[in-house]
């Protein structure tokens, strides 16, 4: 079964920048598209970056455009989303996750247990 | 504002059937994008529970079921337990914006 692992969570001030990972085991990782899905403290899931499984393609939501990046590296089996000019809005806790297939149009197949973004001065 | 409609609680007494929806657009859901959805239990990362429309993940009892129309989807819990008692969000994908999109959520209560 497929395991995927975020790290590099963590507190940073408003303005800052901060390079999430996942990593993931058990899957052949570029077989699938895999995203990005936040949770601010006590809202609702709201996605936020995807890539296909051979990285060509990426697309962001309106909320992050211009000001995250997504991309992976499937020899490492490894996906990063690089934060920048980070604001109070982003503090969340950040999900990897993958897709069922390589389609963006699939649904989330599995999950990571999500890390903790934390924005303030 | 979610891009997916969804009733923000609903609750049911134990053994009953609750439903709950997710109304979409013509972006989304009225383009024929399926829906999936998901259990989230607090402090943890949501789980698949039904995807493409109605079709359950190995593991995930009969008991969850999940239907679509034109524009909506639902999600149908029978017989319903203590253990139920979580988040639940629908998914699907949607043209107008290029992305995944979800619903605001429900809270489902066991009486």
């Known amino acids: 079964e497929a395991q995927l692992l975020e790290s590099g969570g963590g507190l940073v001030q408003p303005g800052g920048s901060l390079r999430l990972s996942c990593a993931a085991s058990g899957i052949t990782f570029g077989y699938y598209a895999m995203s990005w899905v936040r949770q601010a403290p006590g809202k609702g899931l709201e996605w936020i970056s995807f890539i296909s499984g051979t990285g060509y393609s990426t697309y962001y939501a309106d909320s992050v455009k211009g000001r995250f990046t997504i991309s992976r590296d499937n020899s490492q089996n490894t996906m990063d989303l690089q934060m920048n000019r980070l604001r109070a809005e982003d503090t969340a806790v950040y999900y990897c996750?993958?897709?069922?297939?390589?389609?963006?149009?699939?649904?989330?197949?599995?999950w990571g247990q999500g890390i903790l973004v934390t924005v303030s001065s | 504002q979610s891009v997916l409609t969804q009733p923000p609680s609903v609750s049911g007494a134990p053994g009953q059937r609750v439903t709950i929806s997710c109304t979409g657009n013509s972006s989304n859901i009225g383009a024929s994008y399926d829906v999936h959805w998901y259990r989230q239990f607090p402090g943890t990362a949501p789980k698949l529970l039904i995807y493409?429309?109605?079709n359950r993940p190995s593991g995930v009892p009969d008991r969850f079921s999940g239907s679509k129309s034109v524009t909506s989807a639902s999600l149908a819990i029978t017989g319903l337990q203590a253990e139920d008692e979580a988040d639940y969000y629908c998914q699907s994908y949607d043209s107008s914006l290029s992305g995944s999109v979800f619903g605001g959520g429900t809270k489902l209560t066991v009486l």
């Open positions: 996750a993958r897709y069922y297939y390589d389609d963006i149009r699939t649904s989330f197949a599995s």
């Open positions: 493409g429309n109605n």
